[in-house]
């Protein structure tokens, strides 16, 4: 079958169209993939860069895991999805033996496996994975949209732990498909204003599109910005972190009010120095880290909103692939691409 694989520790994937078909485990299902698309992980892992460390990866290994498809065998053990069923992936792969996972938090499961990082993932013309991440694609959801079920979840989840109430000021830095999906939540959830950071001028316009204030920081004193967008509180209520990019927090943890929090979805490629009594105890501010999604809170708050038609997830695809042009895929990212979808050859 046709896959793209990362068989080395160095820049680029490999495509190969006689990769070997996954083996069927009791437990799993084996989903013909209609529909993937490109992760910033997946960026890391193509470009081997500093944030590709945050993810170790055996050799070869078949890539990505934002994917949808139909079911088309599963496993002795299979109980909860059948042959013709469409689906999506949970990419974190819970054991559902541990602490975590007994106690409504699989998604941080202590022994957790990452779909298309520990295991063979959807880059792929057919990819298995345990019955216990598919999610069913409402009848109504298109392929695509099930697709970015798993992205869109990044940004429902971070809102989800950030307690976020009507009428608050939100700011979000980086305004790649996370940071801006979490605009357009923040924006259903009741916020009042939400600030929107990047450098790249098409990601602010379409960050503008979604009628938040989209500012360059290179430009001007933010946190006097954020301060003077919420004056009446002298900051922001809520920070999502969603560019991944280390040193954003020395500049943008001071937007934030006495009292206010931080949830950080971006994940650094190193560490972060922070001063914990300066910027955090004597500002009393709640810092929440958000991992993934919750299985299944997460998805069904995203599948109602998108039955209600709230949210347009398609809204945000700019550029369609099919697989053997994924160089150009990668590159168009580079370029300030939004969400950009791979599928197999047909
Ligand atoms: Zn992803
Ligand atoms: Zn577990």
Redesign the pocket.
């Known amino acids: 079958m046709e896959a793209l694989l990362k068989t080395e520790p160095e820049r680029g994937l490999t495509y190969s169209q006689d990769t070997p078909e996954p083996e069927l485990a009791a437990d799993e299902a084996l989903v013909e993939i209609t529909t993937t ?1 490109i ?4 960026v890391h892992i193509y470009e081997w860069d500093e944030g590709a460390a945050n993810f170790p990866i055996q050799f070869p290994r078949i890539v990505g ?2 994917a949808s498809g139909t079911v088309r065998a599963v496993g002795s053990a299979v109980s909860r999805v059948s042959v013709g069923d469409r689906v999506a992936f949970e ?1 974190h792969i819970p054991c559902n033996h541990c602490y975590a996972c007994r106690t409504g938090n699989a998604h941080n499961c202590e022994n957790l496996q990452l779909f298309g990082i520990d295991h063979d993932g959807a880059f792929a013309t057919l990819a298995t994975a345990p019955e216990s991440v598919l999610f069913k694609l409402p009848e109504r959801m298109s392929f695509e949209t099930g697709a970015l079920l ?2 869109a979840g ?1 940004a429902m989840h971070a809102l989800q732990r950030s307690g976020i109430r009507p009428g608050d000021t939100v700011a979000v830095t980086g305004c790649g498909p996370i940071g801006l999906l979490t605009c357009k939540l923040a924006l259903i959830a009741g916020a009042s204003r939400v600030l929107a950071f990047d450098i790249d001028s098409a990601r602010l316009e379409a960050a503008r599109d979604l009628g938040v204030t989209a500012i360059n920081p290179g430009s001007g004193d933010r946190a006097l910005l954020a301060h003077e967008a919420n004056p009446a509180r002298g900051g922001v209520d809520l920070l999502v972190e969603a560019s991944g990019a280390a040193d954003v927090f020395e500049w943008a943890l001071p937007m934030i009010r006495r009292e206010g929090t931080l949830v950080t979805v971006g994940h650094p490629g190193r560490p972060v120095p922070i001063d914990i009594t300066q910027s955090v105890n004597k500002l009393g501010l709640t810092i929440r880290g958000s991992f993934g999604r919750h299985m299944w809170k997460t998805w069904t708050a995203l599948a109602a909103l998108l039955e209600a038609e709230r949210i347009d997830l398609e809204a945000f695809i700019t550029h369609r692939f099919a697989m053997p042009d994924f160089d150009s895929a990668f590159d168009a990212i580079r370029h300030g691409a939004i969400k950009v979808l791979l599928d197999p050859s047909r």
């Open positions: 698309a992760c910033g992980t997946d895991h934002e990419t798993e992205p990044v």
